[in-house]
Antibody, heavy 118, light 109 residues
């Protein structure tokens, strides 16, 4: 059974960079694509972007200028960095399997709350 | 950009009743690229339906999806206590590549 677990700081200061890592267990990162999705408290879901084992990426145009993703196949992990954060970036961040040619998300992490505050 | 609208916002029903949830797209979409998720409080979403009508792994057959073009429906045949949750539809293929509807909350009447 594939499991995903997000990790990273729960508090980030405004204007700084949010960094999260997702560790995949029970399966390989290859040959899939892996996404980040967020959910502000009490609100709906927003797709941030994905990175594929092949190295391909795709980002939400509304966030593209601030987002980068990377993959560490030796650790079966993938990561998200979002720069210049504001209070509007406060959300539960989920990692999930899906993207590329896969049009949905079949495995999700439990989510991690990131609060942007000084 | 394709915008997904879900109705109703909230559906108040009793266990044992049938639930019908609607997802409408602002433009015609490919059925193969429409999915439904269930989210319970404090939990991650769970994939229920993909390709508009195919049940995901281990999803009970009381959940069914249908529709085409711009109008899609998620039906829960007989509500069980564990089905009270928020349901999201999701589309793949426009810009942004993935979009979600605002959700329908199914709560206990």
């Amino acid at each position: 059974q594939v499991q995903l677990q997000e990790s990273g700081p729960g508090l980030v200061k405004p204007s700084e960079t949010l960094s999260l890592t997702c560790t995949v267990s029970g399966g390989s990162i290859s040959p899939y694509c892996w996404s980040w999705i967020r959910q502000p408290p009490g609100k709906g879901l927003e797709w941030i972007g994905y990175i594929c084992y092949s190295g391909g990426t795709n980002y939400n145009p509304s966030l593209k200028s601030r987002v980068t993703t990377s993959l560490d196949t030796s650790k079966n992990q993938f990561s998200l960095k979002m720069s210049s954060v504001t209070a509007a970036d406060t959300a539960v961040y989920y990692c999930a399997r899906g993207g590329g040619d896969v049009p949905n998300f079949d495995y999700w992490g439990q989510g991690t709350l990131v609060t942007v505050s000084s | 950009e394709i915008v997904l609208t879900q109705s109703p916002n909230t559906l108040s029903l009793s266990p044992g009743e049938r639930a019908t949830l609607s997802c409408r797209a602002s433009q015609r979409v490919t059925s193969g690229y429409l999915a439904w998720y269930q989210q319970k409080p404090g939990q991650a979403p769970r994939l229920l339906i993909y390709g508009a009508s195919s049940r995901a792994t281990a999803i009970p057959d009381r959940f069914s999806g249908s529709g085409s073009g711009t109008d899609f429906t998620l039906t829960i045949g007989t509500l069980e206590p564990e089905d009270f949750a928020v349901y999201y539809c999701q589309h793949y293929g426009s810009s942004p590549l993935f979009t979600f509807g605002p959700g329908t909350k199914v709560d206990i009447k």
